[in-house]
């Protein structure tokens, strides 16, 4: 009789892992899904033409008035802050949300920040760049606002205009001009009249360009410290199967945090690499030319600044990587070639991702009130309770 009890208590509990085992794939393949979904959507309808501002005015409002309704739709304190460019004619916009933490407005409050520019050249529909990253953190938002958390620290999500410098009008010929003021004007001020600090800053710029067929993955770092890293591409058949992170050493903590965020996901096949640049602090002007393609992002003046603030740039690598080698800044970057199902699950895992990072560093003082925590638990009970009743039925 005993042997018989244990078996079947086995076979019980057994039963109970594997249904909460496939419960919880399933859980998260449906998050991938409703995530792709949504970002399709986002992309086709509002990030799918050409968003320059000389280029396409009409659009570029459109655009940026949908990224302020949105915030505003998910109850953020909304910022149109406005700034001057080269051209007296012109003027750029940056939309900035912010969600106030508990610590809001203390000197205990640490930022976490989402940025992503909005604009694009005047030649391409800009789907992959940065449509891509505007989705991303569009959704983020939406998928943070659904966890229902109350965070310790404010999030700030930024959309940067201006970042490209190929404008006819020459409003920015620099590039970055949103973001560099976002930083020397906005958050300067922003910082010195509440106290609070900076935790740390998630840049998206061009993050869906999935790619596993080999060789479509160029080498893109020349530089002799990046071989061990130039050769783990190799090794893999330079397929373009990677989301693509660099910070520097005191970026380590933060990029710790999204590798673990990204690693704690399922769908291994969707990868992450990422580099480390010996710099502690601000970067030297040296130190700034021997990188030039790792600077020129919006997370270049977070570095830069005085005090510098810990940012990570995410990419897929731009032009250096599948059709994106022909459609980078071109007519082709289009949601026709770009919106396939494998780039975006790609962009949903990064999406999640980020959501999941910042839930973490932003500390959700409750997280047992979380929708998906909540259905989560009361399954597990239901299924427990269920075997409970079988076992002890036909023991």
Not at 64 to 72: A, D, G, Q, V
Not at 152 to 160: D, L, M, Q
Not at 213 to 234: G, T
Not at 280 to 292: I, R
């Amino acid at each position: 009789m005993c042997f018989k009890m244990a078996s079947k208590f086995c076979i019980y509990r057994t039963a109970v892992v594997v249904l909460l085992l496939a419960s919880h794939c399933q859980s998260a393949d449906e998050d991938y899904v409703k995530t792709a979904s949504n970002l399709r959507t986002m992309i086709q309808n509002k990030f799918s033409k050409n968003r320059n501002h000389a280029g396409n005015m009409a659009y570029h409002e459109a655009a940026r008035n949908f990224i302020k309704s949105t915030f505003e739709d998910n109850e953020l304190d909304v910022n149109m802050v406005s700034f001057a460019t080269s051209d007296p004619q012109t003027m750029g916009y940056n939309v900035v949300g912010i969600l106030p933490g508990k610590l809001a407005d203390t000197e205990d409050d640490e930022y976490l920040i989402v940025g992503a520019h909005f604009d694009t050249t005047p030649t391409t529909p800009g789907v992959d760049n940065n449509g891509s990253g505007l989705s991303a953190m569009l959704e983020a938002l939406r998928q943070l606002k659904a966890m229902s958390c109350t965070f310790e620290n404010t999030v700030i999500f930024a959309a940067f205009d201006m970042k490209e410098k190929e404008e006819p009008t020459s409003a920015c010929p620099s590039g970055l001009c949103g973001s560099k003021n976002f930083v020397e004007v906005w958050l300067k001020e922003q910082l010195e009249s509440t106290g609070s600090k900076v935790k740390g800053i998630i840049i998206l710029d061009t993050i869906m360009n999935y790619d596993t067929k080999n060789q479509s993955q160029e080498i893109f770092l020349d530089n002799d410290e990046f071989s061990s890293f130039n050769a783990e591409i190799r090794d893999a058949d330079s397929k373009g199967d990677f989301l693509f992170g660099v910070g520097r050493k005191s970026d380590s903590k933060l990029m710790a945090a999204f590798r673990k965020a990204w690693n704690d996901l399922s769908k291994p096949e969707y990868k992450i690499k990422s580099i480390e640049l010996d710099i502690e602090g601000a970067p030297s002007e040296d130190q700034m030319n021997a990188y030039p393609r790792l600077m020129d992002s919006d997370h270049k003046y977070f570095w830069t600044n005085d005090p510098s603030y810990s940012a990570i740039y995410l990419s897929d690598t731009d032009d250096k990587r599948g059709v994106m080698r022909q459609c980078y800044h071109s007519d082709c970057d289009n949601s026709t070639v770009m919106l396939t199902d494998s780039k975006l699950t790609f962009l949903a895992k990064s999406t999640i991702a980020v959501t999941n990072c910042i839930s973490e560093m932003a500390v959700c003082s409750d997280p047992e009130s979380s929708a998906a925590t909540s259905a989560y638990v009361i399954q597990t009970v239901l299924m427990l309770f269920m075997f409970g009743l079988a076992s002890f039925f036909f023991m």
